[in-house]
């Protein structure tokens, strides 16, 4: 009887020709070798793929079927905490002040580019942290003076108050001693190409303006020119 269940189950999971074995009978004579192996099967049991267990060991059917195998490329980072250490820090200062955008991708789970942004802060930067969702125009908001108009709940007379240019107003309250302004934009992948491009060329406009647009997310820490990520 038990032979019979490990047949039945065992011929649904071979196919005809199985490489090694042409046949399935073949296959399963090579995996069932003797009456007393079938004998000792106490409970046959199928999980995942169908994988025989026989007295608590499961057979080894890769070994009949090989299947094919990818590889997980991993460095030598992963496995003592690379991101802790910040060995590519010097060359994310690098291109910030070569490109002076940058798009970022960080881990979605968060606190990985508090390590950047800190090497910044000790190089003498100053930061002015925004989010890109109800930006509006980049353009008029950062350097044209723009008006904002408060919700009147129904009880307010309906104003409009207009604001100076945020770039700007930063800029003329930053220290002497200061390297610059680095404006960390998080949520960035919902900006359009224009406004991208136009964040992308604020570093030329504005000398002492570095932008870091957070763009997605990633494995690891990576970063890019914003040029490339605009289309410039």
């Known amino acids: ?74 460095s030598w980072d992963d496995f003592i905490g690379g991101d802790l250490l910040g060995f590519d820090l010097p060359n994310w200062v690098a291109d910030v002040e070569k490109y002076g955008a940058i798009a970022l991708y960080a881990p979605p ?8 942004a800190t090497r910044l802060k000790a190089l003498g930067y100053h930061f002015l942290n925004m989010t890109a969702r109800g930006l509006g125009d980049p353009a008029a908001y950062l350097s044209n003076v723009h008006g904002v108009r408060p919700a009147h709940l129904g009880k307010q007379a309906i104003v409009c108050w207009y604001m100076p240019p945020e770039v700007d107003y ?9 390297k610059g302004l680095i404006l960390w934009l998080i949520e960035a992948q919902v900006l359009s190409k224009t406004e991208l491009q136009y964040l992308a060329l604020l570093p030329a ?17 990576r970063w890019k020119p914003l040029r490339e990520v605009a289309g410039l």
């Open 170 to 178: 930063r800029l003329s309250l930053l220290p002497k001693d200061s």
């Open 109 to 116: 789970e968060g606190g990985y580019e508090g390590r950047y």
């Open 1 to 74: 009887m038990a032979l019979r269940v490990v047949e039945t189950q065992l011929s649904m999971l071979l196919p005809t020709t199985c490489g090694r074995y042409p046949n399935r009978q073949d296959a399963l004579s090579q995996l069932c070798r003797n009456r007393d192996m079938a004998r000792k099967v106490q409970h046959t049991q199928f999980i995942g793929k169908g994988i025989p267990f026989v007295e608590g060991r499961a057979l080894q059917l890769n070994r009949y079927f090989p299947s094919k195998r990818t590889a997980v490329v991993c």
């Open 205 to 221: 406009l504005q000398p002492k303006v570095k932008v870091v647009a957070e763009c997605g997310g990633w494995r690891k820490i």
